[in-house]
Nanobody, 123 residues
């Protein structure tokens, strides 16, 4: 059974940066696309970013494009999300996900999920 564990969340001022990490264990996550989602209070979970299993292609939500960067270290079974120029509206629980079935956007497409890490951006 696969397991994903996120880390790196915290409280940061607007304009600041954070680096989230996701440690994968179990199946061969190095051969699977990986992604990040987020869920703000009272809102649905939404797609943030994804990376192909080779790392050659990345995808971003329009709201984070140019500010966030997804990367992976397949040798260590790790995926990272660099969050720069943070805004209060980026406040959410951030979730790591793996193994999408087709489209990357829907939460229902992803097989494995972590427990989430809280990111809070103060104004």
């Amino acid at each position: 059974q696969g397991r994903l564990v996120e880390s790196g969340g915290g409280l940061v001022q607007a304009g600041g940066s954070l680096r989230l990490s996701c440690a994968a264990s179990g199946p061969s996550f190095s051969n699977l696309p990986m992604g990040w989602f987020r869920q703000a209070p009272g809102k649905e979970r939404e797609f943030v970013a994804a990376i192909t299993w080779t790392g050659a292609r990345t995808f971003y939500a329009d709201s984070v494009k140019g500010r966030f960067t997804i990367s992976r270290d397949s040798a260590k079974n790790m995926v990272h999300l660099e969050l720069n120029s943070l805004k209060p509206e980026d406040t959410a629980v951030y979730y790591c996900a793996a193994d999408p079935d087709g489209d990357y956007l829907p939460t229902s497409a992803w097989t494995f999920w972590g427990q989430g890490t809280q990111v809070t951006v103060s104004s």
